[in-house]
């Protein structure tokens, strides 16, 4: 069982960048398409980025395009967001997620592995 943890969250003022990172704990990780996702307080679950399993292809919500950056690195079993240009709305827990599949997973796919999430904050 593929096990995912988060990195790489925290305080950052509007306009700030911050990197996330997703380290799965399993050699088949680079089988495995990624997701990100965020949830903020009293809202639904949010999709915000997805890469193939060897990252060939990539897709972003309307509302981080341009901004955020999705990347992998399979030889450290790490993924990774990138996040430039943070506003106060970006402010969430940021989750990653796996699933066992060469194609490219929809946005807000239910993925079978997840990560226990990294606080995200965007506020001056």
């Known amino acids: 069982q593929l096990q995912l943890v988060e990195s790489g969250g925290g305080l950052v003022q509007p306009g700030g960048s911050l990197r996330l990172s997703c380290v799965g704990s399993?050699?088949?990780?680079?089988?495995?398409?990624i997701g990100w996702f965020r949830q903020a307080p009293g809202k639904e679950r949010e999709g915000v980025s997805c890469i193939s399993a060897n990252g060939s292809n990539t897709n972003y919500a309307d509302s981080v395009k341009g901004r955020f950056t999705i990347s992998r690195d399979n030889a450290k079993n790490t993924a990774y967001l990138q996040m430039n240009s943070l506003k106060p709305e970006d402010t969430a827990v940021y989750y990653c997620?796996?699933?066992?599949?060469?194609?490219?997973?929809?946005?807000?796919?239910?993925?079978?592995?997840w990560g226990q999430g990294t606080q995200v904050t965007v506020s001056s």
């Open positions: 399993d050699f088949g990780f680079g089988g495995h398409a």
């Open positions: 997620a796996a699933e066992f599949t060469l194609r490219l997973p929809p946005l807000n796919y239910d993925y079978d592995y």
